[in-house]
Each structure stands twice: as C-alpha cells, then as structure tokens.
C-alpha cells in the first residue's frame, strides 16, 4: 500500500464522517467498530512482536529504551503544552 492509497482511504473517511455527522446511531456504532479495529491491530502488532526471535532475546534493552523514549516524549509534551497554555490562552492582567 502506498502513500497516495493511506491518504486516499483517510481523505475518504473524513469525507464518511462529515456526511454522517447528524446520525448518531451510525456515529456510535462506527465509533464502536473504530475501538475494535485498533484492539485488533494492537493484538496482530503483539503477535507480530511475539514470534520475532530477535526482539523477544532483546526485549529487557528494547523495553528499556522505550520506557525512556516514551517517558521524554511525555515529559516533553507537558512542558510544551505549560508553555504554550502561558503564551497564548492565559488572560493578562493588568496590576
């Protein structure tokens, strides 16, 4: 699948979307199939990950290095969104 085609499919759905807006029910079930799909797709990455012998040999370093990569990008958004929460959307006031 190339890039043109995962655009294609995501300008499609936003398109899905807009039209279905106003049904709720519609909404609501998509909603439900959207959950199941990425519990889906996270239990074929498990598997994936699983029967790969070099990861799992690796997995104390590699999960390591995650925690640590995961924590910093964290770590990294909260401070971003403290400093532009202060620049654009706190009120001043005048003393």
């Not at 959950?35 to 012998?53: A, E, I, T, Y």
């Amino acid at each position: 699948m190339n890039t043109i085609s995962i655009i294609l499919f995501f300008v499609l759905g936003i398109l899905l979307g807009w039209v279905i807006r106003k049904k709720y029910v519609l909404k609501r079930a998509i909603d439900k199939l959207g959950v199941v799909s990425v519990c889906g797709l996270l239990f074929l990455l498990g598997v994936s990950v699983g029967s790969n012998n070099l990861i799992v040999k690796n997995l104390k370093e590699i999960g390591a290095i995650s925690v640590l990569f995961a924590g910093s990008a964290i770590a990294g958004t909260i401070i971003l969104t403290i400093i532009i929460d202060k620049l654009f959307f706190r009120k001043k006031t005048n003393k």
